[in-house]
């Protein structure tokens, strides 16, 4: 909560102008990384919202992954295979909306795959309501069950909203790490469905703006003598693209600066949702073991493997203080979202 | 045929129309009905068609209506006068729109109007008395020009009522008027609304409305009162607004509050909202008495919708809600108490207080070491940790939880100078937060510990400073939490003053006699304690004027029994 939101001064945004002049410059060379293989993007509407994904051995999350977001109103998936040899390449190719782009290359010197959804933003997203989320990562928001994200990117519109801000929620089984059985076929949620309800903070950062969101079950557990590690919870992850936005940080923060403002006010009207994060389905030991090796995660990974053993020691996240989970409405009333004014109907 | 006939302007959901319209017929009210003339033909001549049946259906002539302009109050009366000229018998006229529904039985309504034969329904307020004008005109609604449409061309609309008020323009008010605003729908007397529509100046007034902005919420409202000898300055129809200052939508599930509001007509109703028709359209046999309209009963939980809608929830920090801290009232969710020197001067201060309020009592939050949560818990509501690292991090972030995770529940917490002080500015800013504090009290501890008297010495010097340090901040102006502040000296002398007002400001259930007071710690020794170290050259002075032999006035002090009040 600290108290900086005067904003910068002529000088910092010129150096945030090159920042991001020099982000999308990156994204855009970065294009030669990237091979096609099936490009669909010629049945994209207009008016259609576009997903972005990057993705490496997601075969058990991506049937619901799909159903889910199609549910929801994503009209196409334009997704980066990041060398998956899991069967989940040739599962995406036969997806009819899905078009698909693979790279060999570095996820952490590509940004953790930014650069390369970045590209595919700025050729295929301009001007549409673009999502970016993990294969892991479920949306949702106020109304979801009944209105779709083309009801809710209509109403952001009249509202004059470009952005939409999400908590990533970490969900963990009642039990061990690793000890389910989950069939990809189902909702992750019948096996993940526990979440922490209240520890979560925030402050904003400089000089981007961004509300800095930190807290819940990995911290609780995993970084609890480092705090400053953990992982960072804030999102925008529905946003009304232009060739000239970026993002900086995955999606905890964009620029231009204003996009970061599409939280906060003075009172809470804005809206915003949850990514439900999928994280600790029963694979999540083995692929811990995977990415501890592969050290392709976070921008210095010798700091975190004392956070893939602890997962690898399969413990129990649930506690006493371990809360259900129901329905966004529960999550509305915990204070981690909020309708801001969207209406469950199109009254008029 | 009824005494009460029916106007209603539409311009939407014509089906709907239909259905709200025979309803009314059904019970013998003759409707007329203006459609806005930019409702295309075949959707005009199809809804005329399909009401051609019903005799008491009539439709006027067209107008086109557009927010804020002349059209809505042109379309009310050419349809008032077709009420009037083709029925006869009609004594009351009762305007709506096409999106109102009545809630209860229609008889109720018409009995409920011929036992009030002379009254005219209207709001009707002074410009001076209305607090719910938009853009912050009220007067000049009367006495500027207004040829720009507010809603196509804002910033035309905007620089020409600067430009006005720049050059001092000014229109006058035809004479004998006194202009009143209040709410578009009202149920006025044949009489009433004759004399408006037949009276001689009546194309004088028509051409200064017209130029009059929002006239459909004040040509009625300021003609009525120059003619009705009996008005009652209300609306019939049920109607609220959100905070932006439009119509509040009805949807399904208002069903339940609508019930209870007792008026005789709501709007506006979502054309959808099928189980509201369905409910209100169907013959209601009430039987309950004749109950007189109650918004009332409902407005309390609109205007929390309204205030949560602009404010968000106190105490809450999240993605979609992060204030300035200058612009909240409070930086937490529910009031809580923060106690200093209460745990070190009472052997039992934690559970007689819980025993005494119900509270939820906790150690010291910010212990260097680990929070102490009540009852030794290592996770509080909301799996908030007890680690002092996560604390640390972000302590008013730790506290803000605390609180918002236990709201309903009133938190009482140990604190001292002891522990980690990064709270002390939050704590003073936050109006929830009650504080009380016993200086000086942190050396009870050194006191009966088994330290070495040089590091009590210098252990001594450092609490006193930090005390020092904090109360400074709190003494300081724009300070919203509610303190109280004791030197031990004074509070030893009379301890059960200083703990009845404690208990009265957290609003304990038996605040009137304290009955059972906890138990002081054995002070035997503590003046010359005190003067012991100022003998080693550090000046205590936190704790107040103790005596050195622990005298108090002439009586000697026991600290050898508890306390009892006789």
Same mark, same amino acid.
């Given at each position: 909560?600290?108290?900086?939101?005067?904003?910068?001064?002529?000088?910092?945004?010129?150096?945030?102008?090159?920042?991001?002049?020099?982000?999308?410059?990156?994204?855009?060379?970065?294009?030669?990384?990237?091979?096609?293989?099936?490009?669909?993007?010629?049945?994209?509407?207009?008016?259609?919202?576009?997903?972005?994904?990057?993705?490496?051995?997601?075969?058990?999350?991506?049937?619901?992954?799909?159903?889910?977001?199609?549910?929801?109103?994503?009209?196409? =998936?334009?997704?980066?295979?990041?060398?998956?040899?899991?069967?989940?390449? &040739?599962?995406?190719?036969?997806?009819?909306?899905?078009?698909?782009?693979?790279?060999?290359?570095?996820?952490?010197?590509?940004?953790?795959?930014?650069?390369?959804?970045?590209?595919?933003?700025?050729?295929?997203?301009?001007?549409?309501?673009?999502?970016?989320?993990?294969?892991?990562?479920?949306?949702?928001?106020?109304?979801?069950?009944?209105?779709?994200?083309?009801?809710?990117?209509?109403?952001?519109?009249?509202?004059?909203?470009?952005?939409?801000?999400?908590?990533?929620?970490?969900?963990?089984?009642?039990?061990?790490?690793?000890?389910?059985?989950?069939?990809?076929?189902?909702?992750?949620?019948?096996?993940?469905?526990?979440?922490?309800?209240?520890?979560?903070?925030?402050?904003?950062?400089?000089?981007?703006? !961004?509300?800095?969101?930190?807290?819940?079950?990995?911290?609780?557990?995993?970084?609890?003598?480092? &705090?400053?590690?953990?992982?960072?919870?804030?999102?925008? &992850?529905?946003?009304?693209?232009?060739?000239?936005?970026?993002?900086?940080?995955?999606?905890?923060?964009?620029? &231009?600066?204003?996009? !970061?403002?599409?939280?906060?006010?003075?009172?809470?009207?804005?809206?915003?949702?949850?990514?439900?994060?999928?994280? =600790?389905?029963?694979?999540?030991?083995?692929?811990?073991?995977?990415?501890?090796?592969?050290?392709?995660? =976070?921008?210095?990974?010798?700091? =975190?493997?004392?956070?893939?053993?602890?997962?690898?020691?399969?413990?129990?996240?649930?506690?006493?203080?371990?809360?259900?989970?129901? !329905?966004?409405?529960?999550?509305?009333?915990?204070?981690?979202?909020?309708?801001?004014?969207?209406?469950?109907?199109?009254?008029? | 045929?009824?005494?009460?006939?029916?106007?209603?302007?539409?311009?939407? @959901?014509?089906?709907?129309?239909?259905?709200?319209?025979?309803?009314?017929?059904?019970?013998?009210?003759?409707?007329?009905?203006?459609?806005?003339?930019?409702?295309?033909?075949? @959707?005009?001549?199809?809804?005329?068609?399909?009401?051609?049946?019903?005799?008491?259906?009539?439709?006027?002539?067209?107008?086109?209506?557009?927010?804020?302009?002349?059209?809505?109050?042109?379309?009310?009366?050419?349809?008032?006068?077709?009420?009037?000229?083709?029925?006869?018998?009609?004594?009351?006229?009762?305007?709506?729109?096409?999106?109102?529904?009545?809630?209860?039985?229609?008889?109720?309504?018409?009995?409920?109007?011929?036992?009030?034969?002379?009254?005219?329904?209207?709001?009707?307020?002074?410009?001076?008395?209305?607090?719910?004008?938009?853009?912050?005109?009220?007067?000049?609604?009367? /006495?500027?020009?207004?040829?720009?449409?507010?809603?196509?061309?804002?910033?035309?609309?905007?620089?020409?009522?600067?430009?006005?008020?720049?050059?001092?323009?000014?229109?006058?008010?035809?004479?004998?008027?006194?202009?009143?605003?209040?709410?578009?729908?009202?149920?006025?007397?044949?009489?009433?609304?004759?004399?408006?529509?037949?009276?001689? *100046?009546?194309?004088?007034?028509?051409?200064?409305?017209?130029?009059?902005?929002?006239?459909?919420?004040?040509?009625? +409202?300021?003609?009525?009162?120059?003619?009705?000898?009996?008005?009652?300055?209300?609306?019939?129809?049920?109607? *609220?607004?959100?905070?932006?200052?439009?119509?509040?939508?009805?949807?399904?599930?208002?069903?339940?509050?609508?019930?209870?509001?007792?008026?005789?007509? %709501?709007?506006?109703?979502?054309?959808?909202?099928?189980?509201?028709?369905? @409910?209100?359209?169907?013959?209601?046999?009430?039987?309950?008495?004749?109950?007189?309209?109650?918004?009332? *009963?409902?407005?309390?939980?609109?205007? *929390?919708?309204?205030?949560?809608?602009?404010?968000?929830?106190?105490?809450?920090?999240?993605?979609?809600?992060?204030?300035?801290?200058?612009?909240?009232?409070?930086?937490?969710?529910?009031?809580?108490?923060?106690?200093?020197?209460? %745990?070190?001067?009472?052997?039992?201060?934690?559970?007689?207080?819980?025993?005494?309020?119900?509270?939820? #009592?906790?150690?010291?939050?910010?212990?260097?070491?680990? #929070?102490?949560?009540?009852?030794?818990?290592?996770?509080?509501?909301?799996?908030?940790?007890?680690?002092?690292?996560?604390?640390?991090?972000?302590?008013?972030?730790?506290?803000?939880?605390?609180?918002?995770?236990?709201?309903?529940?009133?938190?009482?917490?140990?604190?001292?100078?002891?522990?980690?002080?990064?709270?002390?500015?939050?704590?003073?800013?936050?109006?929830?937060?009650?504080?009380?504090?016993?200086?000086?009290?942190?050396?009870?501890?050194?006191?009966?510990?088994?330290?070495?008297?040089?590091?009590?010495?210098?252990? /001594?010097?450092?609490?006193?400073?930090?005390?020092?340090? +904090?109360?400074?901040?709190?003494?300081?102006?724009?300070?919203?939490?509610?303190?109280?502040?004791?030197?031990?000296?004074?509070?030893?002398?009379?301890?059960?003053?200083?703990?009845?007002?404690?208990?009265?400001?957290?609003?304990?259930?038996?605040?009137?006699?304290?009955?059972?007071?906890?138990?002081?710690?054995?002070?035997?020794?503590?003046?010359?304690?005190?003067?012991?170290?100022?003998?080693?050259?550090?000046?205590?002075?936190?704790?107040?004027?103790?005596?050195?032999?622990?005298?108090?006035?002439?009586?000697?002090?026991?600290?050898?029994?508890?306390?009892?009040?006789?």
């Amino acid at each position: 909560m600290s108290l900086q939101d005067q904003p910068p001064g002529l000088v910092q945004r010129y150096k945030l102008r090159l920042k991001r002049r020099r982000l999308l410059w990156r994204s855009f060379r970065s294009r030669h990384q990237l091979t096609a293989l099936s490009d669909r993007t010629r049945r994209i509407g207009s008016g259609d919202i576009l997903a972005f994904t990057t993705l490496r051995n997601e075969i058990t999350r991506l049937p619901w992954f799909f159903h889910h977001y199609r549910a929801m109103g994503i009209n196409h =998936f334009l997704m980066v295979d990041n060398g998956s040899d899991d069967g989940s390449v &040739p599962y995406l190719l036969d997806q009819p909306d899905v078009s698909l782009w693979q790279t060999g290359a570095s996820y952490r010197a590509s940004r953790f795959g930014l650069d390369w959804l970045t590209w595919l933003q700025m050729r295929y997203g301009h001007g549409r309501w673009t999502l970016m989320v993990d294969a892991d990562e479920l949306l949702i928001y106020a109304h979801h069950e009944t209105r779709s994200l083309h009801d809710l990117t209509a109403w952001l519109d009249a509202q004059g909203c470009e952005a939409f801000g999400a908590l990533m929620l970490d969900l963990y089984p009642k039990g061990r790490l690793g000890t389910q059985r989950y069939d990809p076929e189902t909702d992750p949620r019948d096996t993940l469905n526990w979440f922490d309800p209240g520890a979560y903070r925030a402050r904003r950062q400089h000089p981007l703006g !961004n509300l800095w969101v930190q807290g819940g079950v990995r911290e609780r557990v995993f970084f609890a003598d480092r &705090p400053e590690k953990s992982p960072t919870l804030n999102k925008i &992850p529905l946003v009304r693209w232009s060739r000239r936005k970026a993002y900086v940080n995955a999606c905890h923060s964009a620029l &231009p600066r204003a996009l !970061n403002f599409a939280y906060d006010g003075p009172g809470g009207h804005t809206p915003s949702g949850i990514l439900l994060h999928t994280k =600790f389905l029963p694979e999540v030991v083995e692929k811990s073991r995977i990415e501890k090796h592969r050290r392709q995660h =976070f921008h210095d990974p010798d700091q =975190f493997g004392a956070y893939y053993d602890g997962i690898i020691s399969r413990p129990n996240l649930w506690t006493p203080g371990s809360e259900k989970l129901r !329905n966004w409405q529960q999550l509305q009333d915990l204070g981690l979202m909020n309708a801001g004014g969207f209406p469950a109907t199109t009254g008029k | 045929m009824s005494s009460l006939g029916v106007v209603m302007l539409v311009h939407t @959901a014509l089906d709907r129309v239909e259905q709200v319209a025979r309803h009314w017929t059904a019970s013998g009210c003759p409707v007329v009905i203006h459609v806005d003339r930019k409702v295309g033909s075949p @959707a005009y001549s199809d809804f005329v068609a399909a009401c051609a049946d019903d005799p008491l259906i009539l439709f006027s002539d067209r107008h086109v209506c557009e927010w804020g302009g002349w059209g809505i109050v042109a379309a009310s009366q050419s349809a008032a006068e077709l009420m009037l000229e083709r029925f006869p018998e009609v004594r009351h006229v009762y305007l709506s729109s096409g999106a109102c529904l009545p809630l209860r039985p229609l008889g109720e309504l018409i009995d409920y109007l011929a036992d009030r034969p002379r009254v005219d329904f209207i709001e009707s307020a002074t410009t001076r008395d209305v607090s719910w004008t938009i853009g912050g005109l009220d007067l000049e609604r009367f /006495t500027l020009r207004f040829p720009f449409s507010w809603r196509k061309q804002r910033k035309l609309f905007d620089a020409y009522v600067r430009l006005q008020r720049a050059l001092g323009m000014r229109r006058s008010i035809p004479e004998g008027l006194v202009p009143h605003m209040g709410s578009q729908w009202w149920c006025l007397t044949r009489q009433t609304l004759s004399a408006i529509l037949q009276d001689p *100046k009546r194309a004088e007034y028509d051409r200064y409305f017209r130029r009059v902005w929002i006239p459909d919420e004040s040509y009625f +409202q300021t003609l009525a009162r120059l003619y009705s000898t009996h008005i009652e300055s209300r609306s019939l129809t049920l109607s *609220k607004f959100d905070y932006q200052g439009r119509p509040h939508m009805f949807y399904d599930d208002h069903l339940q509050l609508l019930r209870r509001s007792d008026c005789f007509v %709501a709007r506006k109703i979502w054309h959808r909202a099928d189980r509201l028709y369905q @409910a209100f359209l169907t013959d209601q046999n009430s039987a309950m008495t004749p109950a007189e309209p109650n918004p009332g *009963k409902i407005d309390r939980v609109f205007s *929390k919708a309204v205030e949560r809608r602009l404010r968000g929830r106190d105490g809450l920090y999240m993605q979609s809600r992060f204030p300035r801290r200058n612009t909240e009232r409070s930086l937490t969710a529910f009031p809580y108490s923060v106690f200093q020197g209460f %745990a070190e001067l009472f052997e039992d201060f934690g559970p007689w207080l819980a025993n005494a309020t119900g509270a939820r #009592v906790h150690g010291h939050l910010f212990h260097p070491d680990r #929070v102490q949560f009540a009852g030794d818990a290592r996770l509080m509501n909301g799996a908030l940790s007890d680690c002092a690292n996560l604390r640390d991090y972000n302590p008013e972030a730790f506290l803000s939880n605390l609180i918002w995770n236990t709201r309903g529940e009133r938190q009482c917490f140990q604190y001292s100078p002891a522990d980690t002080q990064k709270i002390n500015a939050f704590l003073a800013h936050d109006r929830n937060a009650q504080i009380a504090i016993i200086t000086g009290a942190w050396a009870v501890p050194l006191f009966r510990s088994n330290m070495n008297f040089a590091d009590i010495r210098s252990e /001594t010097a450092r609490l006193q400073q930090l005390e020092a340090k +904090q109360l400074e901040l709190l003494d300081t102006a724009r300070i919203k939490a509610r303190i109280r502040i004791w030197t031990m000296a004074d509070f030893v002398e009379s301890p059960m003053d200083p703990l009845q007002t404690i208990l009265e400001d957290m609003g304990a259930p038996q605040p009137n006699h304290l009955t059972e007071a906890p138990t002081m710690v054995d002070l035997t020794g503590f003046g010359k304690f005190l003067q012991n170290l100022k003998n080693q050259g550090m000046h205590p002075y936190m704790m107040g004027d103790f005596p050195v032999d622990d005298v108090f006035g002439s009586q000697p002090k026991s600290f050898e029994k508890p306390y009892l009040v006789q």
